[in-house]
């Protein structure tokens, strides 16, 4: 298959369960693939990395989109991604992008660290509870979606009532998010996206009338103070990709970590007797099966190239990054799942402007989480009826059934 015919399979539901093999033809092609008009994937670790991480290289904005499918904005769903950091170019970008790091800081991450334990000791109790009678328990159900969505959520400050029904909006909304979605897919995705806007709605108007150690309060401040720095619908939709971001990637990490832990029960015992860091574990599972798969990137001059391939003016490449944190050059024998790799440096995260705000957070979560639950649960073992999302960017379980004894 050429580069296009590639691409065309991994967007198929087989291609979306299981990427590798595909990631593997490419690679055959070069670290870098034409794959259609104006368009290329790259593959590449050093290409990734660099593209990331070049200036001259621009997400897919509001611009891009108008230029490309002129309906985008009949979309809520892709509207309202457009006004966020996650697809913005400079200079707004770094206007927007500067402002939340202020709030969300490396400081009041680190602080979280026993709040996170408390926290995923009160959920491996309810676990407890749920399995007494040997029953199966859902993993992603009862622990991965709940911990980071309860971590984030208390960052926010949203309400604790208010949590369950954020799961399925944000997997409806992460539709849009796919290089391509049905009509069905977009149309979950933007009654999403307007359920979301509407409530963050209503919370930063009580933050307004009564604001509170959060950051919502906080980013609502700084949006009152001087709207031209955050104006309302930029707000809102940082806010939505805040609460989405903050907990997508990380239940994925989890569910993905712990079904390559099942995979592998030499390293699920090695990590149970401290012989494998909960950073060693975290890194290997963010490099070996990544909850975020591919990123796009536009030039936005003449002349761009990645790796050898020039990519035209307002052309497109397709970073892989799974593929990327497979590549043979950058890692010995990539397809190991080898925790106690050394200076492993995945790119699961991204890099450059747009590296992720919440990967010290995500790091932190599973560092703490994984470990916990091999502890409390010797016996902890698969059980049937595991099934993964049927999606390419974020790739991750929808279940992922286990007994604990």
């Known amino acids: 298959m050429d580069g296009a015919a590639i691409m065309e ?6 291609g979306r369960a299981d990427p590798y093999p595909l990631y593997e033809l490419a690679r055959g092609l070069g670290p870098v693939v034409p794959s259609g008009r104006g368009l290329a994937m790259a593959v590449g670790y050093r290409e990734v990395h660099q593209a990331l991480r070049n200036p001259d290289l621009g997400v897919v904005d509001a611009e ?7 309906s985008y904005a009949e979309h809520p769903s892709q509207l309202l991604l457009s006004r966020s950091i996650l697809e913005t170019n400079a200079p707004h970008h770094h206007r927007m992008r500067s402002l939340i790091a202020s709030v969300f800081t490396a400081r009041r ?20 509870e749920q399995g007494a009678d040997g ?14 969505v309860g971590v984030i959520c208390e960052l926010l400050g949203v309400p604790e009532a208010d949590r369950a029904r954020f799961r399925p909006l944000a997997a409806d909304l992460a539709a849009a998010l796919e290089p391509v979605a049905d009509e069905s897919e977009l149309a979950a995705a933007d009654e999403a996206a307007e359920e979301l806007t509407q409530y963050f709605a209503r919370l930063a108007a009580r933050r307004r009338a009564d ?10 401040e700084v949006a ?25 990637t990380t239940t994925n990490l989890l569910g993905n970590g712990l079904a390559r832990l099942f995979e592998h029960p030499g390293t699920l015992a090695a990590v149970r007797a401290g012989t494998v860091t909960p950073s060693g574990l975290t890194d290997e599972v963010l490099r070996h099966d990544s909850p975020v798969q591919l990123t ?6 003449d002349g761009v190239r990645v790796g050898d391939e020039e990519i035209p003016r307002d052309g497109g490449v397709f970073l892989l990054i799974g593929a990327a944190n497979r590549d043979p050059l950058r890692y010995p024998d990539p397809a190991r799942f080898d925790p106690t790799r ?10 450059g402007p747009h590296f992720c705000l919440g990967a010290g957070l995500a790091r932190l979560e599973s560092a703490i989480a994984l470990p916990a639950l091999l502890d409390r649960f010797p016996a902890l073992a698969p059980a049937p009826g595991a099934t993964r999302r049927d999606r390419l960017v974020l790739r991750g379980f929808q279940t992922l059934p286990v007994t604990l004894r």
């Not at 050394?342 to 890099?351: A, E, I, K, V, Y």
């Open 64 to 70: 891009q989109r108008e230029r490309w499918e002129e």
């Open 211 to 220: 604001p509170q150690q959060d950051l919502v309060s906080a980013l609502v």
């Open 342 to 351: 050394q200076d492993s440096q995945p790119l699961s995260f991204g890099g």
């Open 224 to 248: 009152a103070a001087d709207p031209s720095r955050l104006c309302g619908h930029e707000l809102l939709a940082n806010l939505v990709l805040l609460l989405g971001a903050g907990f997508e």
């Open 135 to 148: 029953s199966p328990v859902d993993f992603m159900d009862a622990f991965a979606y709940r911990l980071p």
């Open 109 to 128: 991450t680190a602080a979280l660290a026993e709040p996170v334990t408390t926290a995923v000791h009160r959920l491996l109790d309810e676990m407890a």
């Open 9 to 14: 399979q991994l967007m198929s539901p087989a």
């Open 296 to 301: 796009v990137r536009v030039a936005t001059t």
